[in-house]
């Protein structure tokens, strides 16, 4: 009687809403704008889910679920049958919360949720939670094991948790197909029936239904392993949750193996399945869903962490000639004083906040691990306490590179020596997974970078799950097929980074690298292409709509300072641009395009907006609509492609809200605009 006195009640909420008698242990939680609805259902064969935007089915009913280890015949499932649903309890709230670096300053993300609570007769886990969320830009899900007797430890083989598409979707995956790698590559085009069990897709996969878009992604990742997505056993429309194995399995284990071992003394809470929704692909880019999923910062003073731009030298390879005084003696660029005081100046010239200082400053250092190493020493010929005190006196903050284990292997007396010595922040690099193991070290790591107001820049780091809002000194990641790749690949099209801006891009900041001004067209770039000093396939155009369109607090400034600089000494085209924009935003909004073909974003700092188009390999002309533009007027400044792959046109003009500006795109090319309030001085 308790049940059915439970299931009335939720039938006289607004936000839940029975499936009816047939269904008696159904019910749906809808969003504050009652647009997307999550349907939860336990049947005598488990417990299911399903998803709809505007009254039409998005994720057909599927499976949830988690599955043990060592339980016949390869495990048993919690939340697979046998359950019984004693108690659920609907609530309204709000992620509010603001952000000292990022895509937005403030988020106030509302939703409903459900919390659902199932007990069995029999099992190990007797108690399962299922928490359900619906927001105005997507749902979410998580499975919770509450404190309960008898369950201290417990390990996990995998989840049940599965997506069942309606139809054979759209969708746009980048497929690694295996679990450890660098998660860089590209996010190719892939039907739903298409998609393969030996498949691994790293989030996000997108998929458009023809009448809403999605992307599935996962949020709050600490404590457990990351998930990878494959196709669906039956070869239906779909896929589903595959957890990374632990590398503490039997190399010769091939179906039970551990994915988590975990911790259930006081309860546990799985990390958040999400479904981002939006009417078409370019309107997730305007989701908050991923941070606001986060759990809250642990920096209470954040004052420390500032965005910005850097000078950095591994790009280009640190050939170029040394300025006077620094080419004193005859001596040559590289890892050495003069160089990096060479950049400071640099830097200095073009008030970026940075510079970072690559894989090579410290004794034993090497992209491998070395126990011989010591990050605490640099090489004698890097005076380390001169580059950062001559930086500090032209007002630029120095960041260094560290491999992953050499740091681990030194990290307490590391940090503290950093921190005496006044460096900003730390590039981290070849973690190269995302098992449960490795995840003890970012939680290590960004815990103790904190409390040593230190920032982090994480190489070879899985895609964005929710941690920059925990940790907002962790500024900018990988995970990311960037830039680096021009200098010895053809992968970087121009489609290639617009498909970023609506895949990769929607989950957090991604360290692309950008900033390379030696232009090439696809057709010479194979005559061109050099390690160092490396060439880009796209234009002028499209290197400064990078800034806006990628999100980064710690952006790059990649060339070698030779390429910002024409023959006559003057800047180069651009460079103005360069100078002026942010590094962080107030807001964010996705104006137009289409995904892989052309994007157009805007981001606002303060009262200024700037906005940065791009477009595939087909020249095309944009017309940009003002509406987000405030009341009055606006000088608007434009630099769009010019004559040459290597030149801009640039231009002046005064609109307002109700006008449009028309944006012409070159061939593998872009553009920018910053607009200010009339009467500003820009």
């Not at 048993?76 to 004693?86: D, E, Q």
């Not at 369950?151 to 598409?165: C, G, I, K, P, R």
């Not at 100046?345 to 400053?361: R, S, T, V």
């Not at 800047?571 to 964010?588: H, L």
Request: aromatic share 10%; glycine share 8%.
């Amino acid at each position: 009687m308790a049940i059915k006195t439970n299931i009335l009640h939720a039938c006289a909420l607004v936000t839940l809403i029975c499936a009816g008698p047939a269904a008696a242990e159904t019910f749906t939680a809808a969003s504050p704008d009652q647009r997307n609805r999550i349907e939860v259902t336990l049947t005598d064969k488990g417990l299911t889910y399903a998803v709809s935007r505007n009254g039409k089915a998005v994720i057909t009913p599927s499976s949830l679920g988690l599955t043990l280890q060592n339980r016949p015949p390869f495990g048993t499932a919690i939340g697979a049958g046998g359950f019984t649903l004693i108690d659920q309890k609907t609530t309204s709230g709000a992620d509010q919360f603001t952000l000292p670096v990022g895509k937005v300053k403030s988020v106030n993300a509302r939703y409903n949720q459900t919390e659902f609570t199932y007990v069995a007769a029999t099992g190990d886990v007797k108690t399962l939670k299922l928490i359900v969320r619906a927001y105005d830009d997507g749902v979410a899900f998580r499975y919770v094991i509450p404190k309960q007797d008898g369950v201290a430890t417990f390990d996990l083989q995998d989840e049940m948790t599965t997506f069942s598409f309606a139809a054979d979707y759209d969708c746009w995956g980048l497929n690694q197909g295996r679990f450890e790698n660098s998660f860089e590559g590209e996010h190719d085009a892939i039907k739903a029936s298409q998609m393969r069990v030996f498949h691994l897709f790293q989030a996000p996969v997108v998929c458009d239904t023809g009448e809403a878009a999605f992307a599935i992604a996962e949020s709050n990742l600490k404590a457990y392993p990351g998930a990878y997505y494959t196709a669906l056993s039956d070869a239906s429309y779909g896929v589903k949750v595959v957890l990374t194995p632990r590398k503490d399995n039997d190399p010769g284990a091939r179906f039970n193996t551990r994915a988590a071992r975990i911790d259930a003394t006081n309860g546990f809470e799985t990390p958040w399945r999400v479904i981002m929704l939006g009417d078409q692909p370019g309107n997730l880019i305007d989701s908050n869903l991923i941070n606001a999923l986060g759990e809250p910062s642990i920096v209470a003073d954040t004052s420390w962490i500032k965005p910005g731009l850097s000078a950095w030298d591994w790009w280009n390879g640190n050939d170029f000639p040394l300025p006077a005084p620094h080419n004193a003696n005859g001596q040559k660029s590289g890892m050495n004083t003069a160089t990096y005081k060479a950049y400071t100046d640099f830097a200095a010239d073009l008030g970026l906040e940075y510079i970072l200082i690559d894989e090579g400053w410290s004794m034993g250092s090497t992209v491998e691990p070395n126990a011989a190493a010591d990050v605490t020493k640099p090489k004698p010929e890097m005076d380390m306490a001169e580059i950062i005190r001559y930086a500090k006196s032209k007002g630029v903050g120095v960041w260094i590179w560290l491999q992953w284990q050499q740091l681990d292997n030194q990290m307490d007396e590391a940090l503290a020596t950093y921190e005496r010595w006044g460096i900003k922040g730390i590039k981290v690099d070849f973690l190269n997974r995302n098992d449960q193991e490795i995840m003890d070290y970012y939680q290590r790591l960004l815990t103790k970078t904190a409390q040593h107001k230190i920032m982090v820049d994480l190489h070879g780091a899985f895609p964005p799950a929710g941690l920059t809002r925990t940790y907002p000194h962790y500024m900018t990641q990988e995970g990311v097929l960037g830039a680096e790749n021009n200098k010895w690949s053809r992968r970087i099209t121009a489609h290639h980074n617009i498909m970023l801006a609506y895949t990769r891009g929607l989950l957090g900041p991604m360290d692309y690298t950008q900033g390379g001004f030696r232009h090439a067209t696809p057709a010479e770039f194979p005559s061109k292409q050099s390690f160092i000093n490396p060439y880009v396939m796209t234009t002028r155009g499209a290197a400064l709509a990078m800034y806006v369109v990628y999100e980064s607090p710690f952006g790059m400034v990649s060339d070698s300072p030779p390429a910002y600089r024409k023959a006559d000494g003057t800047w180069e085209d651009g460079v103005d641009f360069i100078k002026a924009v942010p590094a962080s935003w107030d807001e964010t909004r996705f104006i137009t395009g289409e995904i892989g073909q052309s994007v157009v974003i805007g981001r606002r700092s303060g009262k200024d907006w700037y906005i940065g188009a791009m477009t595939d390999d087909q020249a095309r002309a944009v017309t940009v609509p003002l509406g987000f533009l405030g009341d009055g007027a606006y000088g608007a400044k434009l630099w769009q492609d010019g004559a040459t792959i290597s030149t801009l046109n640039v231009s002046d003009a005064k609109v307002d809200k109700a006008q449009t500006i028309t944006l012409k795109l070159a061939a593998n090319g872009g553009a920018v605009v910053k607009l200010s309030p009339a009467g500003k001085k820009k």
